[in-house]
């Protein structure tokens, strides 16, 4: 398919995805896709930055009439750049998204309301008073715990290789619907109606699954937020069970959706984004 390109001119907004490393993130191709689709007049670009750096390219691009997004290592620093942080960076400290509003810098974390929406195609959203294990305590995890307490999870649990890190996470989060594990001994094939993975593991080849479905615990749904080339390891496992899951492919959607929304203030083209990644991960399999 011959893809139409709409030179850059002196109006066009600029977009840019500021973070260490960025040569392999599919944003670009993704925000692109849709600026195409709707013939807006934007470029949306990757570029490396140092700490150092980013507080400047964040006001920089936000007050020329752009903005961004900002991934790993950036996203806590990035809080620091705002003038106007929405609840979602408050409440997880992190900021993924940025632009220009009534003339002061905004910052969203996209990744919050990116994995409800990812969570309703899953299983039509979390269903109230649902249980739900959440594997981690990194920035995902934090997201994931935001948008499970909005939805009016019963319990959540917090499973952790290191322990003190999820006790971190809970107190700034939890309330009393938050509960930590203190080791995956404690999970006693205990039954949830979702499992999210919210850690690093399946991201490496050879990695180990992060939970053994079926014997440490049983899942109604899983999600996993990892994602890269073919299934990972726990959505295999679980589909072979029987488990409705999905990887972090439809969240990276979802969470480039929003923060569209935040700087074109109108709905994002999800089919056009979603087509591109899909032949772009199709292409790549093996
Ligand atoms: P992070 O802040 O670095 O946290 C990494 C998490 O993984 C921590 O909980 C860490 O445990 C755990 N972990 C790392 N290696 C482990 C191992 N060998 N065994 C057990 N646990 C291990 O990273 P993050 O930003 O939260 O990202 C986590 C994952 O989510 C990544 O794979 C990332 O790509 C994915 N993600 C996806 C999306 C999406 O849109 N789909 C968005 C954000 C993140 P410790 O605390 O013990 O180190």
């Given at each position: 398919?011959?893809e139409r390109?709409?030179?850059?001119t002196s109006?066009?907004?600029?977009?840019a995805?500021?973070?260490?490393?960025?040569?392999?993130?599919l944003s670009p191709?993704m925000?692109?896709?849709?600026?195409?689709s709707l013939?807006e007049d934007g470029?949306?670009v990757?570029l490396?930055?140092?700490?150092?750096?980013?507080?400047?390219?964040?006001?920089?691009l936000?007050l020329?009439g752009?903005g961004?997004n900002?991934?790993?290592p950036?996203?806590?620093?990035?809080t620091t750049?705002?003038?106007?942080?929405t609840e979602?960076v408050?409440?997880?400290?992190?900021?993924?998204?940025f632009?220009l509003?009534?003339?002061?810098?905004?910052?969203?974390?996209t990744?919050?309301?990116?994995?409800?929406?990812?969570l309703?195609?899953?299983?039509g959203?979390?269903p109230?008073?649902?249980?739900v294990l959440?594997?981690g305590?990194?920035?995902?995890?934090?997201?994931?715990?935001?948008?499970?307490?909005?939805?009016s999870v019963?319990?959540v649990d917090l499973?952790?290789?290191?322990?003190?890190?999820a006790?971190?996470v809970?107190?700034?989060?939890g309330g009393?619907?938050?509960?930590?594990?203190?080791s995956?001994l404690?999970?006693?094939e205990?039954s949830?109606?979702l499992v999210?993975?919210?850690?690093?593991?399946?991201?490496?080849?050879?990695?180990?699954?992060?939970l053994?479905?079926g014997?440490?615990?049983?899942?109604g749904?899983v999600?996993?937020l990892v994602?890269?080339?073919?299934?990972?390891?726990?959505?295999?496992?679980?589909?072979?069970?029987?488990i409705?899951?999905?990887d972090?492919?439809?969240?990276?959607?979802q969470?480039?959706?929003v923060?569209?929304?935040?700087w074109?203030?109108q709905?994002a083209?999800?089919?056009?984004?979603?087509?591109?990644l899909?032949r772009?991960?199709d292409?790549?399999?093996?």
């Open positions: 398919m011959t390109i709409r030179p850059p109006s066009t907004r600029v977009f995805l500021l973070g260490d490393p960025v040569a392999h993130s191709v925000q692109n896709a849709a600026l195409e013939g470029v949306y990757a490396r930055c140092r700490e150092a750096q980013l507080n400047g390219l964040i006001r920089g936000a020329a752009g961004g900002v991934t790993l950036h996203k806590e620093r990035a750049a705002l003038d106007r942080p979602a408050r409440r997880t400290g992190a900021c993924n998204t632009w509003e009534d003339g002061d810098v905004h910052g969203d974390n990744d919050v309301e990116g994995l409800r929406r990812a309703h195609r899953l299983m959203g979390v109230e008073g649902a249980s959440l594997l305590a990194g920035g995902a995890a934090r997201a994931a715990l935001a948008a499970l307490l909005d939805d019963a319990r499973l952790n290789r290191t322990v003190e890190r006790r971190a809970a107190r700034r989060l009393d619907r938050t509960h930590v594990l203190d995956r404690r999970l006693g205990r949830y109606d999210v993975n919210a850690t690093r593991l399946g991201l490496g080849e050879g990695d180990p699954v992060p053994e479905l014997t440490e615990a049983e899942a749904a999600l996993d994602y890269g080339v073919g299934e990972t390891p726990l959505v295999t496992r679980a589909r072979e069970l029987g409705p899951a999905m972090g492919g439809e969240m990276l959607l969470q480039g959706a923060a569209f929304e935040r074109w203030q709905p083209p999800v089919d056009a984004m979603r087509g591109v899909d772009i991960r292409r790549v399999a093996p």
